[in-house]
């Protein structure tokens, strides 16, 4: 991606929402290139005076621009923004992996509880199969139950034709531009690569996961979200989705944590989800 925004390249401006800017280049693929405030991905939108609303930018879908290094460029050769690489917080572990594990699936299910921003805070915590139906209220998480049911499974016994049967049913699904079920498997991907990184804590189901995401992301979904799912089974960093996980227990968590969550209407809260939901899992190999 680095290498990508130095050089240049004709992007096109495929979707303006409130907290970012979607860019397409020209074979069709999704660059994600959001602003600095939240750091959804490495590479942001940065420039003089602006807030995280990126619509100040004037960017309308369907507008044409080179990126060329570092700068983007519109089609009159004005300079609209910086595209900026922000740099993950340096945290000094507070805890040991397994420590840090246990803090962010407890104090992460407590607070998305508190929060109430993601439909998704009842699969959380894992045990799906006690889950009962009737007790959700959304029509997307009821349509899901089992699917998340059959990903837990197959994430338990590493098998992958559980965890294909599960992603069939919950990829695409849900509110929003970015489907909420994908923003949970997001999260999860994200934090079970993390813990394998950083923490030498490797799921048995990680490398499965992450295969049949890339498999079946873009046919399941939209374009926007896939590149999500992509960037993540693809071992990407998501800096807002890392910093949070990494400042478990330390006195910048919460700040974090807020962050993380506060991404769309509930985009954000949705991939914390998936963050707790790969913590419960990883707690299953050592409890």
């Known amino acids: 991606m680095a290498i990508y925004c130095s050089s240049s390249h004709s992007i096109t401006a495929a979707a303006v929402f409130s907290s970012g800017i979607y860019f397409e280049d020209s074979f069709g693929k999704i660059l ?28 309308a879908p ?26 993950l917080p340096e945290f000094s572990p507070s805890f040991s992996a397994e420590k840090g ?24 915590q894992g045990n799906t199969q006690k889950i009962i139906r009737e007790n959700l209220e959304d029509m997307f998480t009821t349509t899901g139950l089992t699917g998340v049911q059959l990903l837990e499974q197959g994430l338990t016994t590493v098998n992958s034709g559980l965890i294909s049967s599960g992603l069939n049913r919950i990829l695409g699904l849900g509110q929003g531009l970015t489907p909420s ?17 950083e923490w030498g ?16 992301a873009g046919e399941r979904t939209n374009k926007y979200s896939a590149a999500y799912l992509l960037a993540a089974a693809g071992e990407g960093i998501i800096s807002a989705i890392d910093a949070t996980i990494a400042s478990a227990g330390s006195d910048k968590w919460e700040r974090c944590f807020a962050e993380l969550t506060s991404i769309g209407g509930s985009s954000g809260a949705d991939m914390m989800c998936g963050v707790v939901f790969a913590a419960s899992m990883i707690r299953k190999d050592y409890q």
């Open 32 to 59: 994600l290139l959001h602003d600095m405030a939240h750091g959804s991905l490495p590479f942001g939108i940065g420039g003089r005076d602006v807030s995280c609303n990126a619509k100040t930018f004037g960017i």
């Open 62 to 87: 369907g507008m044409q621009f080179r990126l060329e290094r570092g700068a983007l460029i519109s089609q009159e050769g004005k300079v609209i923004a910086e595209i900026g690489y922000r740099a």
């Open 101 to 124: 594990i246990d803090y962010i699936f407890s104090k992460g299910s407590y607070l998305l509880a508190q929060q109430k921003r993601s439909k998704l805070v009842s699969f959380c």
């Open 181 to 197: 079920f994908d923003d949970f498997l997001t999260g999860t991907s994200v934090a079970f690569n993390y813990c394998a990184r």
């Open 201 to 216: 804590i490797n799921h048995p189901g990680r490398e499965l996961l992450n295969t049949q995401l890339k498999e079946k």
